[in-house]
T-cell receptor, first 114, second 114 residues
Framework: NAGVTQTPKFRVLKTGQSMTLLCAQDMNHEYMYWYRQDPGMGLRLIHYSVGEGTTAKGEVPDGYNVSRLKKQNFLLGLESAAPSQTSVYFC?????????????FGQGTRLTVV | AQTVTQSQPEMSVQEAETVTLSCTYDTSESDYYLFWYKQPPSRQMILVIRQEAYKQQNATENRFSVNFQKAAKSFSLKISDSQLGDAAMYFCAYRRGSQGNLIFGKGTKLSVKP
């Protein structure tokens, strides 16, 4: 099993450019999440999804959009990138149900906006 | 809103010694779950240990154990017989109930001295 796979692993964008980060999981998880990690800030939730066709805002949603057209995929879009969006982005997924179930993480995407 | 606080930005331990990482959280919920994640330089997020709030017994995974003090809302991680491979960022995380999102602390960077 591949688990959670993020594409791409690294990207450099110019201010104002757009891009989409792809997250794919092969564990049939209902829940999927996008986090950003900044130095000294831990991981902060951007958007999440509790099932196919549903999305919801997290702690820091501004400047990002998401879509979950298929259960196994969760896309994170930046319509007009800003230097403040320079960060490491993590996708995660988990089963619905028992809260003790861990979240499985992708390997992260390092995004630099210049 | 729930919060997770890790008061030690950095910690250091001698190889083979024991170290304890602190975590406190704030919640009014009775049903929740706590986790410790490890993030080595590879950036991968790895689950170290989990604790269900309804269980009084502290969780243990080999050299890793927790001291869960529910009334004090404290969830510390003890690493025994520290190894060089334990050097990493450690994140404490909270999940409300069976469907809540993971809320992370800001992390503790652990160094292991040979």
């Amino acid at each position: 099993n591949a688990g959670v796979t993020q594409t791409p692993k690294f990207r450099v964008l110019k201010t104002g450019q757009s891009m989409t980060l792809l997250c794919a999981q092969d564990m049939n998880h209902e829940y999927m999440y996008w986090y950003r990690q900044d130095p000294g800030m831990g991981l902060r939730l951007i958007h999440y999804s509790v099932g196919e066709g549903t999305t919801a805002k997290g702690e820091v949603p501004d400047g990002y959009n998401v879509s979950r057209l298929k259960k196994q995929n969760f896309l994170l879009g930046l319509e007009s990138a800003a230097p403040s969006q320079t960060s490491v982005y993590f996708c995660a997924s988990s089963y619905r149900g028992t809260g003790e179930t861990e979240a499985f993480f992708g390997q992260g995407t390092r995004l630099t906006v210049v | 809103a729930q919060t997770v606080t890790q008061s030690q930005p950095e910690m250091s331990v001698q190889e083979a010694e024991t170290v304890t990482l602190s975590c406190t959280y704030d919640t009014s919920e009775s049903d929740y779950y706590l986790f410790w994640y490890k993030q080595p330089p590879s950036r991968q997020m790895i689950l170290v240990i989990r604790q269900e709030a309804y269980k009084q017994q502290n969780a243990t995974e080999n050299r890793f154990s927790v001291n869960f003090q529910k009334a004090a809302k404290s969830f510390s991680l003890k690493i025994s017989d520290s190894q060089l491979g334990d050097a990493a960022m450690y994140f404490c995380a909270y999940r409300r109930g069976s469907q809540g999102n993971l809320i992370f602390g800001k992390g503790t960077k652990l160094s292991v001295k040979p």
